[in-house]
């Protein structure tokens, strides 16, 4: 059975730092396409960042280049998003998501985590 579980959320002052976990099961990352999404109350999902651990290629959105930074484990078949300097708007439940196609991802991927809360107070 394929699984994404995450971990590391909480609340957080502006300003501060958390790292998010993404720990896979049933699948290898090494052959998927590990995405980071957000939802904040009120507006759609939108994407974060992703990374290919097959051949360490990354991608961020503007909203966390330069304070959030993914990498992967394949040791540990986990992906992380190290996320600094967060602010207020980055409040939000972040999900992981799998595909082994990286535009697939970005739109419908195979596989979502369930998802977890983000909170930056001011």
């Known amino acids: 059975e394929v699984q994404l579980v995450e971990s590391g959320g909480g609340l957080v002052q502006a300003g501060g730092s958390l790292r998010l976990s993404c720990a896979a099961s049933?699948?290898?990352?090494?052959?998927?396409?590990i995405g980071w999404f957000r939802q904040a109350p009120g507006k759609e999902r939108e994407g974060v960042s992703f990374?290919?651990?097959?051949?360490?290629?990354?991608y961020y959105e503007d909203i966390g280049k330069g304070r959030f930074t993914i990498s992967s484990d394949n040791a540990k078949n986990s992906v992380y998003l190290q996320m600094n300097s967060l602010k207020p708007e980055d409040t939000a439940v972040y999900y992981c998501?799998?595909?082994?196609?990286?535009?697939?991802?970005?739109?419908?991927?195979?596989?979502w985590g369930q998802g977890n809360q983000v909170t930056v107070s001011s």
């Open positions: 998501a799998a595909d082994k196609e990286i535009l697939k991802l970005w739109v419908q991927p195979d596989y």
């Open positions: 049933g699948f290898t990352i090494d052959d998927y396409a």
């Open positions: 990374i290919k651990s097959s051949d360490g290629s990354t």
